[in-house]
């Protein structure tokens, strides 16, 4: 749980669901499992069960507290939409972003499938962005599924990108992130696999976000492509930051 977060498109994490099971090839080097045994051995309270899928209610809340208007991915470090969460603590997730619609939630997920299914029962607000995750050209059935779902902001995360996609298709997509896997055995991106990616972004209009080369050294390895910063937001967050300035919050919410 953090109140801030490095990844570069966003500004919080927020984790009412920890742990995961690998679904597909993007999931060899998991950066959340590799954390997770880092959490465990320092005594976090949330991650004594490991990596295995756990729903926390007393984190549910957590949101609420929150004063300042904020972009929150949620579950960082885990699928909220895993088989082993119960249909109705993702209804409970969805009510907790329904009642702060000053925060902009950013919700991702490899388990496209049940996204659709699910979709239906859920409570889609304005501020709940849903995105799936691409990692390779065997992934990109899951973008079908996502267009079925009533989100106002729909998004892919190819990342880490392991592999080309050819013919991507940006049909009611609103948002394409991009980057490399980072940390120990991290499988390098090529050039080439990126810039029909971006290039189909701009010749749809899709605003495109490079989030980083990645390797073992991400730092070092950096974020520009072809000498130039790509963090490009979707339209909408202009109109929800305008709204946002507008919303009052009780005041004896955290900052």
Known sequence: MASNSSIEWTQATWNPVTGCTKISAGCLNCYA???????????????????????????LNLPLKWRKPKRIFVNSMSDLFHEDVPDSFIKQVFGIIAKTPHHIYQVLTKRADRLARLAPELHWSDNLWMGVTVENAECVGRIADLR?????????????????????????????????????????????????????????????????????????AGRLLDAK???????????????????????????
């Open 229 to 255: 910063t790509w963090d490009q937001m979707p339209v909408a967050l202009a109109t929800h930051n305008r709204r946002a300035r507008r919303h009052q919050v009780g005041p004896h919410a955290e900052p």
């Open 148 to 220: 079925t779902v009533p989100a106002r902001v729909r998004f892919l995360s190819m990342e880490p990108l392991i592999g080309p996609v050819q013919a991507l298709d940006l049909t009611d997509i609103h948002w394409v992130i991009v980057g490399g896997e980072s940390g120990p055995g991290a499988r390098p991106m090529q050039p080439e696999w990126v810039r029909p990616i971006r290039d189909k972004c701009i010749s749809v209009g899709v605003p495109f976000f490079f989030k980083q080369w990645g390797g073992v050294n991400k730092k070092k």
């Open 33 to 59: 499992e590799r954390m997770t045994k880092r959490l465990k051995a320092m005594g976090q309270p949330n991650y004594r069960h490991g990596f295995r899928v756990t729903c926390h209610k007393g984190t």
